[in-house]
C-alpha cells in the first residue's frame, strides 16, 4: 500500500541552525501539507501546497519556514534559524485530487532545538 | 482557537464492548469530517470519514454519526480490540475540493481493557 515516507527520524539541532526535513508523499498525489505538533498539543496546520505553490499557510508559517518541491518526488520543509519553541513532531501529508480526498500521513520527524 | 473539541482527554473500555469517542465543532463553514488514530512516535492513520451530506458512515467496525444541528459527531467502535487502544483525532476542513487544511481536535486517548 502506498504511503508517504519522511527522513530524518529524528534531527537534534542548535538553536539558530538551518534544518531541512524530508518528505516522499504517495505517487499520484498532487496536494502536500506540512503540520506540526508539539508535545501534549494538538497537531497543527502550517502550510498546503499544490501545483509548484503555496495555497495557504498558517500564522505558524513565518518567513523562517519555506516548502519546495524540488524534484517529481520529493516535498521538503525548511526552517531558516530554528528556535527552541519549533521543537515539535513534524508531519507530512498528501491527498489526492478531487472532492472530499483524504490527506494521509507520514509517520513523522521528531525535531528537537536545544 | 477551538473549532474542534474532544471534551474527553481519556476513555477506557472493556474489551469486546462499544467505543464511543465524541466531537465538537464550533465552525458552520466546516463540511468534511475525519477520524485519525494515533500510536505514540507515529503518524495519524486515516480511520473513517464523513461528508456533510451524510449523517452516518459506516466501515467494518467503525461507525461515524454526524449531527449537524448539534455540530457534533461521534465515532463508534463496535467490537472493541486491545489493537485500538491508542490516540484519537477528529479533524474537520471546510470546502471538499482538496487542498483545505484539517483542524485537530486535541484528541482521546482509548485504552481497552483486555
Known amino acids: 500500500e502506498p504511503e508517504v515516507t519522511q527522513t530524518p527520524s529524528h534531527q537534534v539541532t542548535q538553536m539558530g541552525q538551518e534544518v531541512i526535513l524530508r518528505c516522499v508523499p504517495i505517487s499520484n498525489h498532487l496536494y502536500f501539507y506540512w503540520y506540526r505538533q508539539i508535545l501534549g498539543q494538538k497537531v497543527e496546520f502550517l502550510v498546503s501546497f499544490y501545483n509548484n505553490e503555496i495555497s495557504e499557510k498558517s500564522e505558524i508559517f513565518d518567513d523562517q519556514f519555506s516548502v519546495e518541491r524540488p524534484d517529481g518526488s520529493n516535498f521538503t520543509l525548511k526552517i531558516r534559524s530554528t528556535k527552541l519553541e519549533d521543537s515539535a513532531m513534524y508531519f507530512c501529508a498528501s491527498s489526492g485530487s478531487g472532492s472530499g480526498e483524504t490527506q494521509y500521513f507520514g509517520p513523522g520527524t521528531r525535531l528537537l532545538v536545544l | 482557537d477551538q473549532q474542534v473539541k474532544q471534551n474527553s482527554p481519556s476513555l477506557s473500555v472493556q474489551e469486546g464492548r462499544i467505543s464511543i469517542l465524541n466531537c465538537d465543532y464550533t465552525n458552520s463553514m466546516f463540511d468534511y469530517f475525519l477520524w485519525y488514530k494515533k500510536y505514540p512516535a507515529e503518524g495519524p492513520t486515516f480511520l473513517i470519514s464523513?461528508?456533510?451530506?451524510?449523517d452516518k458512515n459506516e466501515d467494518g467496525r467503525f461507525t461515524v454519526f454526524l449531527n449537524k444541528s448539534a455540530k457534533h459527531l461521534s465515532l463508534h467502535i463496535v467490537p472493541s480490540q486491545p489493537g485500538d487502544s491508542a490516540v484519537y483525532f477528529c479533524?474537520?476542513?471546510?470546502?471538499?475540493?482538496?487542498?483545505?487544511?484539517?483542524?485537530f481536535g486535541t484528541g482521546t486517548r482509548l485504552t481497552i481493557i483486555p
Open positions: 479533524a474537520a476542513s471546510a470546502g471538499q475540493w482538496g487542498n483545505e487544511k484539517l483542524t
Open positions: 464523513i461528508s456533510s451530506i451524510k
